[in-house]
């Protein structure tokens, strides 16, 4: 059986919503085109690379840091 992806489609457009970007600024600071990053929302591309799911991981952090202090 298949392990779930950590960074789900639906968990990726969130995080980019919250964050206030568009998919052009999320794909800027990723260093991927902004059709990569729907491709991701959409669920096109289910295995992202090792480097774009700790960088989703640490803009996610940096998030819920940010709203604690809030």
Known sequence: MAKAAYWEPERIRELRE?????????ALHMRVSWHTIYRWETGETKNLRRR???ELDRLAGRRRRTEAAI
Do not use: I, P
Not at 18 to 26: C, M, P, T, V, Y
């Open 52 to 54: 774009d799911q700790e």
């Open 18 to 26: 919250k964050l206030g970007w568009s998919r052009e600024a999320l």
